[in-house]
């Protein structure tokens, strides 16, 4: 990786001819590669705040042209992309490379996993990012949190769900280990972009959709097919988002830029948390008025997720040292949150209401 390209260009560009490193001159142009279209509340928004953040913290020294996804690379590829350097820097859910290495679902969000909240606390005082760290090295790319949706939507379904019976068969778009959960469930799991969601639920060529939660499903229109949505997302509690650089590239900035690099992905990650619960909260109302039925999973049918769930995550310990090695740092902390969360933010909630 030439120093000079990417300091002076950004990556995928040819170098231009300068009297001096860009990096001496004191500013920094570099591309952001996301997964995300960038006018998609949340996800998109996330990248294109950062970016905003980066520019006004360093007073214009270093700045972002943000491609949302298939603009610079498809929404699947921006790790590789960054990684082999044709991209310094990325912004993506990290378990849209689980393909490479299984372990970074539990950098996103995993079935009957943690809360938004429960997981940022593993990730910044209990080993979380210190093992994404080690594992990403390995990749050439540093990780920054950036980001969770919350607590999100179990999925939209052309017809009601009244038992596991109902699920058999179906074909349902559904990212992460929660498709392999599904599977087990019976049901035919099939990953697509957010920007094909839609077509393929109203084409018929799949019967549901999870996507994420009730902002982000209506501003995708999927309460133009189906008025019936199930909640919540046992499949995906909450799904993390990351800003993504080569550690080439990141090498390369002075440590002033690399500090505003990471204080930028940790406003982006908590104006993120806020937006999600803020919005989530208007949405649902407004597409309650608009007569979407938010429904519980049938008891058998949570039960049945739980069984596929502990086989696949038992199966992908005894396969992957790298997710055992994640899960003996989650598995404590996530037990102590659970009795902590049953002994006083449950109580809190029920009895509020």
């Not at 943000?66 to 690379?73: D, K, M, P, S, T």
Request: net charge negative; hydrophobic share 45%.
């Amino acid at each position: 990786m030439k120093r000079r390209t990417f300091l002076a260009t950004g990556a995928g560009m040819t170098a231009l001819p300068l009297a001096a490193p860009a990096i001496a001159q004191g500013r920094v142009q570099w591309n952001l590669a996301s997964s995300f279209p960038t006018a998609a509340p949340g996800v998109g928004t996330n990248v294109t705040r950062y970016a905003e953040l980066v520019r006004a913290m360093s007073d214009g020294r270093m700045e972002f042209t943000v491609y949302g996804a298939g603009e610079l690379v498809g929404p699947f590829q921006v790790e590789d992309a960054v990684q082999a350097g044709n991209a310094p820097v990325g912004h993506a859910p990290p378990y849209y490379s689980a393909g490479r290495e299984p372990a970074t679902h539990w950098f996103t969000g995993v079935p009957f996993g943690m809360t938004s909240a429960e997981h940022v606390a593993w990730l910044r005082w209990g080993g979380g990012q210190e093992i994404w760290d080690d594992i990403y090295a390995e990749r050439n790319l540093k990780p920054f949190y950036s980001g969770n949706s919350n607590t999100q939507s179990g999925g939209w379904f052309k017809n009601r769900i009244t038992s596991v019976a109902d699920l058999q068969g179906l074909n349902m778009r559904i990212a992460g280990l929660g498709g392999e959960m599904m599977r087990h469930v019976g049901v035919n799991a099939v990953l697509m972009p957010a920007g094909e969601i839609f077509t393929a639920l109203q084409s018929g060529a799949i019967d549901a959709a999870e996507w994420v939660g009730p902002m982000l499903d209506r501003a995708f229109g999927l309460q133009r097919i189906t008025n019936l949505c199930y909640v919540p997302a046992f499949a995906e509690p909450a799904a993390a988002v990351a800003i993504i650089f080569n550690t080439d590239a990141w090498a390369e900035l002075p440590a002033d830029l690399q500090a505003i690099c990471g204080a930028a992905a940790h406003a982006a990650a908590l104006e993120m948390h806020a937006q999600f619960d803020y919005f989530n909260a208007q949405a649902m109302q407004e597409l309650r008025d608009d007569g979407v039925e938010f429904l519980p999973f049938p008891d058998d049918v949570i039960a049945a997720m739980r069984d596929g769930w502990d086989r696949v995550r038992e199966d992908m310990r005894a396969a992957h040292p790298s997710v055992a090695r994640v899960l003996e740092s989650y598995e404590p902390w996530f037990e102590k949150s659970r009795a902590y969360s049953r002994t006083m933010t449950e109580p809190l909630l029920s009895g509020r209401l």
